[in-house]
T-cell receptor
Framework: GENVEQHPSTLSVQEGDSAVIKCTYS??????FPWYKQELGKRPQLIID?????GEKKDQRIAVTLNKTAKHFSLHITETQPEDSAVYFC??????????FGTGTRLTVIP | EAGVTQSPTHLIKTRGQQATLRCSPI?????VYWYQQALGLGLQFLLW???????NRGNFPPRFSGRQFPNYSSELNVNALELEDSALYLC?????????????FGPGTRLTVL
């Protein structure tokens, strides 16, 4: 089955700096890579996703890059704000069916 | 539009008992997914149901089972509870699996096994 590794497990940045979270996957057939944000005590929510036919996708301060050859993808958050503080999960799947998640990154943005 | 709902919010059981968790998907969604979120382990895929059928299951023992009803709601049953089953169980739903569909998560059921 699919195995997703995520690094780092914790990340602290100063407000306004950028944050980068990296994930690798094992199943070359995976073609859908979402990122979820989970605030304390709340449900995970999709923040951005990318499909295997695209190398990069941006949505305001958030961007995701995908390198299919190396089987890794990354989340980039620019101009971080305190409300970005949360746990971020990457995931991989075939056709957006059952998701295989990384172990999460706890991001803390220091005001 | 109502989101995914789960019941109960909290459930306390003792080792060896059975637990039943329930999930109601967003209207129009036919797929229901169950995930286990144990402390420090992220979200682990448990089961996927679509149109009443089990489509896939994760690497969990057979005492984890479930079903999907004609109205697309779903139940997760955990038999012979063990201490390590204590976790947050999240349900997610998505539209029919004909393409890339976002999964929407419910608030979860926190199961504590004593």
């Amino acid at each position: 089955g699919e195995n997703v590794e995520q690094h780092p497990s914790t990340l602290s940045v100063q407000e306004g700096d950028s944050a980068v979270i990296k994930c690798t996957y094992s199943d070359s057939a995976s073609n859908y890579f979402p990122w979820y944000k989970q605030e304390l005590g709340k449900r995970p929510q999709l923040i951005i996703d990318i499909r295997s036919n695209v190398g990069e996708k941006k949505d305001q301060r958030i961007a995701v890059t995908l390198n299919k050859t190396a089987k890794h993808f990354s989340l980039h958050i620019t101009e971080t704000q305190p409300e970005d503080s949360a746990v971020y999960f990457c995931a991989a799947s075939r056709w957006a069916n059952n998701l295989f998640f990384g172990t999460g990154t706890r991001l803390t943005v220091i005001p | 539009e109502a989101g995914v709902t789960q019941s109960p919010t909290h459930l306390i059981k003792t080792r060896g008992q059975q637990a039943t968790l329930r999930c109601s998907p967003i209207s129009g969604h036919t797929s229901v997914y169950w995930y286990q979120q144990a402390l420090g382990l992220g979200l682990q895929f448990l089961l996927w149901y679509d149109e009443g059928e089990e489509r896939n299951r994760g690497n969990f023992p057979p005492r984890f089972s479930g079903r999907q009803f004609p109205n697309y709601s779903s139940e997760l049953n955990v038999n012979a509870l063990e201490l390590e089953d204590s976790a947050l169980y999240l349900c997610a739903s998505s539209p029919p699996p004909t393409g890339y569909n976002e999964q929407f998560f419910g608030p979860g059921t926190r199961l504590t096994v004593l």
